[in-house]
């Protein structure tokens, strides 16, 4: 008998409950109850954002791919295959396992797409540094990262860590994964009617029973143990595991195949079957489990990490067995893909679910309320006059260095392997992340952005924004924007002041990737970001790719040689709304979010990518957080070979000094060149319309800034450099 | 010139390795796979870096027990030329054909970024291509890379010239600044006392091509060509 406080116990809502009688005609039994509550739950269903998630640009510049568990693009004869999902909840509670698995989560997702893995990013989002638990989830998550991603041999090339309170009480853990494949090679995931159902990888444990209907699908509450639901990692068996899924994909006999990732197996039984639209025949007797006594439903909603379902041609079992065995991984025949559209489910010869894959579907979608918040128009004002004008901007310059959203990162990724697989070109530390592919004269570069600050002053033209420092991020390196893979992490859903962002933000994201021809070909929705401390900001994390076309003209954002022009090109703007100019040195979070022309972005765009095409510029970097000084700074210091001066002399200051220097106006990039290609780079700009001007130039060994003969800034590159990579380690230590 | 290259379950950069002997060196070369034994049929084989069987006890610990590592302790005692790279230099350690141990590094942290290395011989199968006392520009990625010899071990490198590879700066300096790992007397690579097995915890092969970031790697693999060729 089931009773409210089991079908509630497993995240089920009394309306979804009745339709399940509805469905079924009769009570369920507990493991349908179980496989319902999971596949209705947000994590997997999408009842919440399906509606808005459909206006998302399926179609891009580039010929995109949407497949059942992630997404891509082709370039030639190559898919390349990606995806981003978060591991936010897991997580909080052990930041550790929560981020490893989230690494080998997404990793399964790329492979089981039949492409090799071959770079992670990570979008972190922690509460500030001066709290002790900040401190330990940021040790931990990194340490999750690298532990995961440097045994498993994916190197972890890029991404991006912001620290703010209102992440408190809910980090965020995003990770994001490519992977490349021959085009005619890639797997689906789906089920074919007479194919047999062969489980391979790691056995099963009752670990992470729970994850995503529990532990993913609702707010933290207070006091709250939530620990037995996250899941533990093994990077050594998803090692075996990838090398024995490409090299079973390979030989030709696999029908589909899916990882066991939310929900384990109940999600890839009824999803592989839906997607094909068949039935299937499971006996539970035959899943190698790790615990004795198992409960049919603990089986079913097991989290254990490192195993997939894969339906394969009949007579092949015996091939397919030999290769896992090989690497030291289980495979076993569960059953068979059925014509008559039933997932049926025995255990102990009894039949335990009986239910059309059909129904496990039918997740209720629910148009959720949305309204603008009470407190928006308060947020969004912002008195300029009242923000007094600091004397010593040098001064305001190395606070802003130093700040953990703005100084460098290597304390981080020099602790992962970005190298390996030998493709990475650009290290981690400039815009992007570029990737040769071998075997071709082509790149890819990835990125991952979002600021949520401006989300929240404004959702729409924060996705939009963070959209255009994507796709800027990937024309500094020289490529092209090509897709997006998205993370949409949003506080609960059922709140209409807070649902109202989540709606803003997917119409501003939908419109910038319409408007620059990219498309979204996969993502993730996390809702229930909030805690007794409130919400999170809105975080639509954005994972862009883009496409290098001749690997010889990649760029970097450092300046490479003394005595070359520094071009600014785009224009200064007072936008300091959300800027953290305004929150570092003034403590305040308000405004409005910087002002964003899509056809300016896009003519910027065009202009860098003709320039490093065309073989003119040294180097490209954009400005974001810190803004306009604090993105010179940045191009002095990023050549690890030799860092380099600048003297910039010839900026205008028709803005006040400390907003031409610190606010966050987009559309900006920063070139450097030698001093004969400046006439040809500045035809390029003016055919495209693009605000350019020469700012100074490169040399010399300190970073100064001049009004006319007024010297604004004038900081050595020593003590330039060691707060800028020093910083971060500094305020982990200083208060641990 | 044939090349082996041993795959653990675990290894990750035998990939690595392979692509650059085949695509960049033009040399034929195959894996073997860890449950294997093989003979004279490999002119040098590679032991690649990675987590072998996970690394879950000490690095090398496991994987030194494997028939292919069987095969190598003979291909090895006869003289074949043999390069352990990172996890690889971890096992030649844990099966006896190098000397001394790893611990983990000294600032507790994996470590991955470009480090330099001083060329200390070059009358080696490794480094004959070398210029005296060159420097190198060449990534490290370990969590355990901090080298350990007692001091009689040390002495005995020493007066071998077993030391092949030192941590040093761009310019040749050595300094504890530039050792990245605490390892002793700054080591990055040593030899056996004969010279033919060379173990080193940076990674040549990932800095063999133009479109990385360094080319110094390739240096190693073109010396392996070259003294085959000086020898024969």
């Not at chain 1, 922690?126 to 998550?141: A, M, Q």
């Not at chain 1, 990882?259 to 109940?266: I, V």
Request: net charge negative.
């Amino acid at each position: 008998m089931i009773t409210q406080e089991m079908y509630e116990g497993l995240g089920l809502k009394e309306s979804e409950y009745k339709r399940i009688l509805e469905l079924l005609g009769r009570q369920p039994t507990l493991t349908e109850l179980a496989m319902f509550s999971v596949e209705w739950s947000e994590h997997c269903g999408y009842c919440r954002s399906r509606r808005w998630l459909k206006i998302l640009p399926k179609t891009g510049k580039f010929k995109s791919l949407v497949g059942e568990d992630s997404g891509g693009i082709i370039v030639d004869d190559i898919a390349i295959i990606f995806k981003a999902e978060s591991h936010n909840h897991p997580s909080q509670v052990e930041p550790k396992q929560g981020a490893a698995t989230g690494v080998g989560g997404i990793i399964r997702d790329i492979f089981t797409a039949g492409a090799r893995p071959i770079a992670s990013l990570d979008s972190l989002r922690f509460g500030t540094l001066d709290e002790p638990y900040s401190r330990y989830l940021l040790k931990g998550v990194v340490d999750g990262i690298q532990f995961y991603g440097n045994c498993v041999g994916v190197p972890t090339v890029g991404g991006e860590v912001y620290f703010n309170k209102r992440y408190s009480g809910n980090c965020l853990v995003n990770v994001m994964c490519i992977g490349v494949a021959p085009k005619d090679k890639l797997a689906r995931a789906k089920a074919v009617a007479g194919g047999i159902i062969m489980y391979v990888g790691s056995s099963t444990g009752k670990d992470g029973i729970g994850g995503c209907s529990v532990l993913a699908s609702a707010e933290f509450a207070e006091g709250e143990e939530k620990r037995p639901t996250v899941q533990i990692g093994d990077p050594f068996t998803e090692k075996c595991l990838i090398e024995a899924t490409l090299e079973t994909i390979s030989t030709g006999h696999v029908l589909g195949i899916k990882d066991m990732g939310a929900a384990g197996l109940t999600c890839s039984i009824s999803e592989m079957a839906q997607a094909g639209g068949t039935g299937m025949d499971i006996d539970l007797d035959k899943v190698p489990t790790r615990e004795r006594e198992m409960q049919p439903w603990e089986i079913m909603m097991s989290e254990s990490q490192e195993r997939m379902l894969v339906c394969i041609k009949e007579g092949k079992e015996e091939e397919i067995e030999k290769i896992f065995s090989k690497w030291g991984l289980n495979a076993a025949v569960l059953g068979k893909a059925t014509i008559d559209g039933i997932v049926r489910i025995k255990a102990k010869n009894e039949v335990v679910a009986e239910i059309k894959a059909d129904f496990l579907a039918e997740a209720p979608l629910y148009e959720m309320p949305h309204k603008k918040p009470d407190y928006q128009d308060e947020l969004n004002y912002l008195d300029l006059d009242k923000i007094v004008q600091p004397r010593n901007l040098g001064e305001v310059l190395i606070k802003l260095l130093s700040s953990p959203n703005i100084t460098n990162k290597n304390w981080i990724y020099h602790q992962y392997d970005h190298m390996v697989q030998v493709n990475t070109m650009v290290l981690p530390g400039s815009d992007a992340a570029v990737l040769r592919i071998k075997g071709t004269n082509k790149a890819i570069a990835a990125t991952t952005d979002c600021n949520a600050k401006y989300c929240e002053l404004n959702p729409l033209r924060g996705a939009q924004i963070a959209i255009a420092e994507a796709a800027r991020n990937l024309v500094c390196s020289g490529a092209e924007p090509a897709a997006v893979t998205d993370c949409l992490n949003f506080a609960n859903p059922e709140k209409p002041q807070r649902y109202w962002y989540f709606k803003n933000c997917v119409e501003g994201i939908t419109e910038a990737c319409q408007f620059f021809g990219v498309s979204v070909v996969s993502g993730n929705v996390s809702f229930y970001n909030e805690s007794p401390l409130g919400a999170i900001l809105p975080t639509p994390m954005i994972g862009m790719i883009g496409i290098v076309s001749d690997i010889k003209k990649v760029c970097t954002q450092g300046f490479k040689n003394e005595n070359e022009a520094i071009i600014l090109l785009g224009k200064n703007l007072p936008d300091i709304g959300g800027s953290e100019y305004l929150e570092v040195i003034h403590n305040q979070f308000k405004g409005q979010a910087p002002y964003l022309d899509l056809s300016q972005e896009k003519a910027l765009h065009d202009t860098v990518l003709k320039v490093i095409k065309d073989g003119l510029v040294q180097s490209a970097h954009d400005c974001s957080e810190g803004g306009l000084a604090a993105a010179l700074a940045e191009c002095c210091l990023s050549n690890s070979e030799k860092i380099t001066g600048a003297l910039i002399d010839n900026l205008d200051f028709d803005i006040r000094k400390d907003f031409v220097l610190f606010a966050e106006s987009q559309s900006r990039v920063i070139l450097s060149a030698s001093f004969e290609n400046v006439p040809k780079i500045k035809e390029i700009a003016g055919n495209n319309t693009v605000p350019f001007k020469v700012i100074g130039k490169t040399g010399g060994d300190s970073l100064k800034i001049l009004d006319n003969d007024k010297e604004l800034i004038n900081l050595k590159l020593d003590k330039l450099k060691s707060v800028w990579y020093e910083s971060l380690e500094e305020s982990l230590n200083s208060s641990s | 010139m044939k090349f082996g290259v041993i795959v653990f379950p675990g290894s990750n950069c035998d990939h690595d390795c392979f692509h650059v002997v085949k695509n960049v060196l033009g040399q034929p070369v195959e894996y073997i796979w860890h449950d294997d034994i093989f003979g004279g049929e490999f002119d040098c084989i590679i032991v690649p870096g990675g987590f072998s069987y996970g690394d879950y006890l000490r690095t090398g610990a496991i994987a030194r027990f494997s028939p292919a590592v069987n095969s190598l302790i003979d291909f090895a005692n006869s003289g074949g030329p043999v390069i352990g790279i990172c996890n690889g230099f971890q096992i030649l350690l844990e099966s006896g054909l190098l000397k001394g141990a790893m611990l983990r590094n000294t600032n507790m942290h994996f470590i991955c970024k470009y480090v330099y290395i001083r060329v200390e011989n070059i009358d080696t199968p490794f480094t004959n291509l070398c210029k005296p006392n060159q420097v190198l520009k060449i990534p490290i990625a370990h969590n355990e890379g901090n080298y350990y010899i007692d001091e009689v071990g040390l002495k005995d490198l020493k007066s071998n010239n077993q030391i092949v590879f030192r941590y040093s700066s761009k310019e040749g300096q050595i300094a504890d600044k530039y050792n990245p790992n605490g390892a002793k007397d700054f080591i990055a690579g040593i030899t056996n006392s004969k010279g033919n097995v060379l173990g080193l915890m940076p990674h040549p092969e990932r800095c063999s091509e133009d479109v990385l970031n360094s080319t110094d790697g390739l240096l190693i693999f073109k010396s392996i060509l070259n003294w085959t060729k000086v020898k024969t």
